[in-house]
């Protein structure tokens, strides 16, 4: 295969897709939507069975169990995706949607109207939910997407591509607004993020190599995360089951995850008392503890090092900081943390809104798991991933964050003298 001309291709294909997406009226979408969430239920069996050819080659290629969760298909898993399907039918179309309308002296009519960004490249491994997710945002939000899954999801992937395009056939959409990459070249991915004749924004889901990567070469905008450092400091003022149950939810819910907590840090006024509470029930759930020199006086753990700190495990290790002070968990916070999610447990709520103030992530939390930090736990139906950018999108990325306004003017033969 001649790779830059099959992309170039599917850029030019995604373009023009682009262009009659963006005049799609919310009936028309909401009805891919669904159909595609039917096309799924009805080939459930043969969605599993393409996926089972992806999950033998994983194993036989050394996947690790945490790689293999992301990567399966179950019948839950595939009912998350229709459900996901249905609520981005059910939100409301942002698209069109004129707002901050004012009179300018001159007598123009001046407003923001919110408009699709046109062409989305989504670049993600091991995750082929991840290929249902940014397909119905992008449609819901008038973009056409490139899609780029990993390599050991191509079977799966291809699969849902399939229901995809037959539901946009059906509904009398164009086939190209979804595009799914049908190779496993990996200069595919060189191709497609310094198309910006083609492509107008980038999103990265996958390791931090990865993600680096594009960030370093892409000639397109790009809206990552790099890592998912997550923090849950429990207070002195914290109630001991609230703290307990928040910790060991937000550890072990799934490893494999971005949202995950890496690393716990606990006042020094109770790390005696719920340390080894904790640490009874992390040793049950079988994670393995990586803790400072004043986590060892509580309990046996594995002394934690400089690194630990930085890294985002994706496994059952969870490294352990006992600190002095709120203040002193921010800081620690703000200096290792990947700007992703982070939790305070505590019932003192002038503690809790500082920390709201002082910590600089996406997401900042006050007595829940950062398992919550997701699009569809936040109501957004899905997400197209976390930005822990700053500009234009920040967070659980949903059909707002794929979308910009221009400035729109009424007049009536107004000129300007």
């Given at each position: 295969m001649d790779i830059h001309a099959y992309m170039q291709e599917v850029g030019q294909n995604a373009r023009h897709a682009s262009r009659q997406m963006a005049t799609v009226t919310a009936a028309q979408k909401n009805a891919a939507l669904l159909a595609i969430a039917e096309r799924i239920n009805a080939q459930r069996e043969d969605l599993k069975a393409k996926n089972q050819e992806d999950l033998v080659r994983g194993r036989a290629n050394g996947l690790s169990d945490a790689m293999i969760d992301r990567l399966e298909f179950t019948d839950a898993n595939l009912?998350?995706?229709?459900?996901?399907?249905?609520?981005?039918?059910?939100?409301?179309?942002p698209i069109g949607e004129i707002t901050d309308m004012s009179f300018r002296p001159s007598g123009i009519q001046l407003g923001k109207m919110r408009v699709p960004l046109g062409v989305i490249g989504i670049i993600y491994e091991s995750r082929p939910n991840v290929t249902i997710e940014a397909a119905s945002l992008c449609i819901k939000s008038g973009n056409a997407t490139i899609l780029r899954g990993g390599s050991e999801a191509i079977a799966s992937n291809q699969a849902l591509a399939q229901c995809i395009k037959e539901a946009l056939q059906q509904t009398h959409l164009n086939e190209n607004a979804v595009q799914v990459i049908e190779t496993t070249d990996r200069a595919c991915v060189g191709e497609l993020i310094t198309m910006d004749k083609y492509v107008d924004v980038i999103v990265p889901r996958g390791g931090k190599s990865l993600i680096e990567r594009i960030s370093k070469d892409a000639r397109v905008p790009v809206i990552k995360h790099l890592d998912g450092i997550c923090h849950v400091y429990i207070d002195d003022e914290a109630d001991p089951k609230k703290a307990i149950d928040i910790a060991i939810n937000s550890k072990t819910h799934?490893?494999?995850?971005?949202?995950?907590?890496?690393?716990?840090?606990?006042?020094?006024?109770?790390?005696?008392?719920?340390?080894?509470?904790?640490?009874?029930?992390?040793?049950?759930?079988?994670?393995?503890?990586?803790?400072?020199?004043?986590?060892?006086?509580?309990?046996?753990c594995v002394a934690a090092t400089e690194a630990d700190w930085n890294e985002e495990y994706l496994a059952p290790i969870l490294s352990i900081k006992v600190v002095d002070s709120m203040e002193d968990a921010i800081v620690h916070i703000n200096h290792y943390g990947s700007h992703h999610t982070d939790n305070i447990v505590t019932e003192n709520y002038t503690k809790a809104r500082q920390f709201l103030a002082a910590v600089d992530s996406s997401s900042v939390m006050i007595n829940a798991s950062t398992r919550f930090a997701d699009g569809f736990e936040y109501g957004l139906g899905a997400e197209i991933g976390i930005s822990t950018d700053k500009i234009h999108a920040r967070g659980p990325v949903g059909l707002e964050g794929l979308t910009s306004q221009k400035y729109v003017v009424f007049g009536d033969g107004h000129i300007r003298t």
């Open positions: 009912d998350q995706m229709i459900e996901g399907l249905k609520q981005v039918a059910a939100l409301a179309d799934r490893y494999g995850v971005c949202n995950a907590m890496e690393t716990l840090l606990i006042n020094d006024g109770v790390a005696d008392i719920m340390l080894p509470v904790l640490a009874a029930k992390f040793a049950e759930k079988g994670v393995e503890l990586r803790g400072c020199e004043k986590t060892a006086l509580y309990i046996d």
